[in-house]
């Protein structure tokens, strides 16, 4: 079980870093109070793996309970779950300047702080501890979000590819498009298996099938063509900044040439590095 514990001060980019560790596959949990950390943890234990990574934040909005972190931290150490801290830092100025523009009310200035550069001051002297213990601290006063992002990738050691996860989906043209997909291709232009007899009733995850759709020069060379689209755009897409990619891939009911299509696309990109799912999301209709 890995728990990283995501502290700091407020506004400088908590929020948007439990955004990212999301992506990157962490259990994430918002201003949880230190008391439950350890309860929390027996809880994802219990889960059977399928909780193995949490971010857990923690910060200044849990007043006088904030005082009870290293306390809950220590309990974790002593039932051998290994703990990291990320503090996230930034000047005052602009610590001030974010407040101002987003209108928002600081955490402690309902805790006797009669001001945003008084509440700051005080949330330093309270987070001070944690920034001493914190094995990472990124201090985001001149980073942008897709930099933030780019830091914590790095951090915990994510390659470039592993950043975008790509879901290659087949689907029916009949059935109606797929609302969330990023790319769509259309395979309908190539030989259709549904009119062999033998073939009709299996799927394009049956080898006679996969044959018979890759026996014709087109569809080999538009596999490449899409291919070479693809290994040139996707890294377009990390670059901006994008977690999410769906391409979607459509023949007539989506169970033969799609199908190929689709294993084919989702290996070449798996063999690539990225992080790819494939699904299919029409092969089991009936088609009439």
Do not use: W
């Not at 702080?113 to 005080?122: C, F, K, M, R, T």
């Amino acid at each position: 079980m890995e728990f990283l514990i995501v502290t700091g001060m407020s506004g400088a980019g908590k929020s948007g870093a439990a955004n990212v560790l999301e992506d990157m596959g962490y259990y994430c949990v918002d201003n949880m109070p230190p008391a439950l950390i350890v309860r929390f943890s027996e809880v994802c234990m219990q889960s059977g793996g399928k909780i193995n990574k949490v971010a857990i934040v923690v910060d200044s909005r849990g007043g006088d309970l904030f005082s009870g972190l290293f306390e809950s931290l220590e309990k974790l150490k002593q039932n051998n779950n290994n703990y990291r801290i990320l503090f996230l830092d930034c000047d005052d100025d602009v610590l001030i300047t974010r407040y101002k523009e987003t209108r928002r009310k600081h955490p402690l200035c309902e805790s006797g702080a009669s001001s945003i550069e008084q509440a700051i001051h005080l949330e330093r002297e309270l987070l001070q501890p944690a920034k001493m213990k914190a094995s990472y601290v990124i201090d985001t006063t001149l980073l942008t979000a897709a930099q933030l992002r780019d830091k914590i990738y790095d951090i915990f050691e994510y390659g470039v590819n592993t950043r975008l996860l790509i879901n290659c989906m087949s689907f029916g043209f009949k059935y109606g498009l797929p609302s969330e997909a990023d790319l769509v291709f259309d395979v309908r232009c190539l030989p259709n298996p549904f009119y062999i007899e033998e073939l009709k009733q299996q799927t394009g995850k049956d080898k006679p099938v996969e044959d018979y759709v890759l026996e014709f020069e087109q569809s080999r060379t538009l596999l490449a063509k899409l291919n070479d689209l693809l290994e040139y755009l996707i890294p377009l897409y990390v670059e901006e900044g994008k977690s999410q990619l769906m391409i979607a891939i459509g023949c007539t009911g989506g169970k033969h040439r799609s199908v190929v299509f689709t294993e084919k696309i989702g290996s070449f990109l798996s063999d690539k590095g990225y992080r790819v799912v494939k699904n299919h999301r029409d092969i089991l209709k009936v088609k009439r």
